[in-house]
């Protein structure tokens, strides 16, 4: 699987959005972008994905340059909730997801939201 | 649905004695998850089942470790014998390939915390 960087640390106030960028510049084609976050103790949990279109759900925007090569998650507006680590990943996947490689965690971004 | 559930959430063992972890899956899941964690090496893949067959087993660090899923509802990670660097929060996921969203989104466990003295 393509390797990722992400900052280790980025800080937010309450209310604002939060913007985690993501670098992967070797992600392959059949790769899509993950992203997890993991609160305080707890186990990582499922935030939003995408392959090449940008994505939009109840938790988070993703978007992902035309090349690739780099994406951002947008947590439009912060609460101090969503203090916790946020992991990009890359993973392989066949078309129509009907079969997934690996979930490889980075060391991921700690976002920290502030009141 | 009450989520992937793991025992016991915390152990606290002596050095040589044997660790057994378990991991109860989401009914209907078809992947299972091994992770480990620890501050100095985040979060790591240690082995991964699809069906009940370990598909990749390149992250467990040696012999001491081993995982068996003997059906699709139950999954035990045994070390034996444990050893002080063994202490980590050891977190199962399961997985479900054929899920509407497409995601192949990991639910992951509340994590067993191990202490080896």
């Known amino acids: 699987d393509a390797k990722t960087t992400q900052p280790p640390s980025m800080d937010c106030a309450e209310g604002r959005a939060a913007n985690l960028p993501c670098n992967h510049s070797?992600?392959?084609?059949?790769?899509?972008v993950y992203w997890y976050r993991q609160i305080h103790s707890q186990g990582p949990q499922y935030i939003i994905h995408?392959?090449?279109n940008n994505e939009t759900n109840e938790m988070a925007s993703l978007i992902i340059t035309e090349d690739r090569k780099s994406s951002t998650l947008i947590l439009p507006h912060a609460t101090l909730r969503d203090t916790a680590v946020y992991y990009c990943?890359?993973?392989?996947?066949?078309?129509?997801?009907?079969?997934?490689?690996?979930?490889?965690f980075g060391q991921g971004t700690i976002l920290t939201v502030h009141p | 649905d009450a989520g992937v559930i793991q025992s016991p959430r915390h152990e606290v063992t002596e050095m040589g004695q044997e660790v057994t972890l378990r991991c109860k899956p989401i009914s209907g899941h078809d992947y299972l998850f091994w992770y480990r964690q620890t501050m100095m090496r985040g979060l790591e893949l240690l082995i991964y089942f699809n069906n009940n067959v370990p598909i990749d087993d390149s992250g467990m660090p040696e012999d001491r470790f081993s995982a068996k899923m003997p059906n699709a509802s139950f999954s035990t990670l045994k070390i034996q014998p444990s050893e002080p660097r063994d202490s980590a929060v050891y977190f199962c996921?399961?997985?479900?390939?054929?899920?509407?969203?497409?995601?192949?989104?990991?639910?992951f466990g509340e994590g067993s915390r191990l202490t080896v003295l």
């Open positions: 995408g392959l090449k």
């Open positions: 990943i890359v993973r392989v996947a066949n078309a129509g997801g009907t079969s997934y490689g690996k979930l490889t």
């Open positions: 070797t992600i392959s084609g059949n790769e899509y």
């Open positions: 996921a399961s997985s479900f390939v054929y899920d509407t969203r497409n995601t192949g989104e990991l639910f």
